[in-house]
């Protein structure tokens, strides 16, 4: 009985990780999507403003750096990996719902 239960569990995590991926790609990707959106944008604020993107981006890529290189250094480990599966499991069970309510993602 417990095996069967940790099957199930399996399933279930897999199910709402696949829906998530899902979910997010097809939200990303279609006509209109986020894609689209955030490359706009990024591309009005390049065209606009191109001076104040150098400087930003440099600065992302520095303090990047700096971070990775201190965590590694202190040999600090990370709980992302999990946090990331727990949100795209969440995203999962929206979509799903969404499907599930609406009849559409």
Not at 28 to 48: E, H, N, P, Y
């Amino acid at each position: 009985m417990k095996q069967i239960l940790i099957y199930v569990q399996s399933f279930v995590v897999i199910v709402l990780i696949l829906a998530g991926i899902g979910g997010v790609s097809y939200h990303m990707f279609k006509d209109g999507g986020w894609l689209g959106k955030i490359l706009g944008a990024f591309w009005d604020v390049q065209t606009g403003n191109p001076v104040v993107a150098i400087p930003v981006t440099i600065a992302v890529l520095f303090i990047g750096k700096m971070w990775y290189d201190h965590n590694r250094a202190k040999g600090h480990t990370s709980r992302a990996p999990d946090l990331l599966i727990y949100i795209v499991m969440a995203a999962g069970a929206y979509f799903l719902f969404r499907l599930a309510t609406e009849g559409s993602l």
